[in-house]
C-alpha cells in the first residue's frame, strides 16, 4: 500500500500538496551525494506528514549539526529515480514501493535501506463518522452500493464518488471498484490540499462522503472519520494490480538513502537512519504546518524545544 516542498525550505510547497507533486529531480542540489560536503538533499513528497518529517530533519540537521539543507519536491517513483542517481540523499517516507525496493536496493545496490521511520501508515476508504453513525452498516463495503446514490456528484457520472487525492499516490482503487463490482466512480481532487478542501467542506455542510484517506493524518482531529471495511488483505493479494480485491495492507514506513551517501556522508548520514519519531509527533507537527499555517521551519522549533529528550538521541 504505497503512496505519498521545494528548495532550501520546505515552506514553498507546504501545501500545495497531496500524496503526488511535480516532478522536480532535475532542481536537485548538486552537493547530493558530494563526499565530504556539509550539504544534504531530502526527497519532500507532497503530503504534509511526510513534510513534517523533512522540517524537523532539516532544523535539526543546520542548527545541531551545522549542515545546510536543499530540499526537492519529487512525486513517489520518480523519487526513487532520483535518489538512486544521487540527485538527492535521502527519502524519509516511503509507503512501499517493492518493485523499486528491489531494483535499486537489492539489484543495482545503489540505494541502501535507511530504516524505520517509526511512524505506521495504513490506506483505506473512509466516511465521516456522523454519517457512520446514521448508517452503521455503510462499514461494510458490501453495503456500499446502497449508498452510491448519496456518494454521487456531478463529477462521479451517475455513479457513487470515490474520492481520491493525487493519481501518483500509492492507490488500488480503480482495480477495487471494479474487481468487487461496485456502482462508484474514482475521481480525483488533484492533491492533499485540494482533498482535504473538499472533506472539509463535506462535513461543514454535514454531507456524506466516501473518500481515499490514510493514517496517520492530522485532519482526523478535525473531520473524525470511520474506516469501511474491505475484504481482508493477505499476503500477495495486491500482487497483480489488476486483479487487487483486497484492503490496504498496515505498512511500517520506511526511509531510504543514496549508497553512496550512507557511506560517505558522515554525521548527517548517521543522524538520518537515527532518526526515529512517533505518529503522535509526526501529526502534531502536521497540524501546525496545515491547520495553524505555521511555516515549517516554526513547527519544526517548537516541536524541536519541547522534545530535546527525544531528539538528542538522533544525534551520533
Not at 526527497?43 to 543546520?62: D, I, K
Not at 512501499?96 to 537489492?106: C, K, S
Request: hydrophobic share 40%; glycine share 6%; charged share 25%.
Amino acid at each position: 500500500m504505497s503512496r505519498k516542498r521545494i528548495t532550501a525550505a520546505v515552506t514553498v510547497l507546504v501545501l500545495a500538496t497531496g500524496c503526488g507533486a511535480a516532478d522536480m529531480t532535475k532542481q536537485a542540489s548538486p552537493f547530493a551525494n558530494a563526499q565530504g560536503a556539509k550539504t544534504v538533499t531530502l526527497s519532500v513528497q507532497s503530503w504534509v506528514g511526510a513534510q513534517a518529517n523533512v522540517a524537523v530533519a532539516q532544523y535539526l540537521l543546520e542548527h545541531e549539526l551545522g549542515y545546510r539543507v536543499d530540499t526537492v519536491q519529487v512525486d513517489e517513483v520518480p523519487a526513487w529515480d532520483a535518489l538512486s542517481q544521487g540527485r538527492v540523499d535521502a527519502i524519509l517516507e516511503d509507503w512501499g514501493h517493492p518493485e523499486q525496493e528491489q531494483r535499486y536496493v537489492a539489484d543495482k545496490k545503489t540505494i541502501a535501506a535507511g530504516g524505520d521511520l517509526g511512524v505506521t501508515g495504513h490506506i483505506g476508504w473512509f466516511v465521516p463518522t456522523y454519517f457512520a453513525k446514521k448508517h452503521p452498516d455503510v462499514t461494510d463495503w458490501k453495503n456500499l452500493d446502497k449508498y452510491a446514490e448519496l456518494f454521487r456528484t456531478a463529477e462521479s457520472g451517475g455513479k457513487g464518488q470515490l474520492m481520491d487525492g493525487s493519481p501518483s499516490y500509492v492507490t488500488n482503487d480503480k482495480a477495487l471498484v471494479k474487481n468487487l463490482g461496485l456502482d462508484y466512480q474514482v475521481v480525483f481532487a488533484g492533491s492533499e490540499a485540494a482533498q482535504i478542501t473538499q472533506m472539509k467542506q463535506f462535513a461543514k455542510e454535514e454531507k456524506p462522503f466516501l473518500s481515499y484517506w490514510y493514517t496517520p493524518q492530522w485532519l482526523f482531529e478535525k473531520v473524525p472519520m470511520t474506516e469501511v471495511k474491505l475484504p481482508p488483505y493477505k499476503e500477495g493479494c495486491d500482487a497483480d494490480p489488476e486483479k487487487v480485491d483486497c484492503a490496504y495492507p498496515v505498512t511500517p514506513l520506511q526511509k531510504y538513502l543514496n549508497s553512496g551517501f550512507a557511506k560517505n556522508g558522515g554525521k548527517a548520514a548517521e543522524f538520518l537512519k537515527n532518526f526515529r519519531w512517533t505518529t503522535e509527533d509526526q501529526n502534531q507537527v502536521s497540524l501546525m504546518i496545515a491547520e495553524q499555517k505555521m511555516r515549517p521551519e516554526e513547527a519544526a522549533k517548537k516541536w524541536v524545544d519541547s522534545h530535546e529528550s527525544e531528539w538528542k538521541k538522533w544525534l551520533p
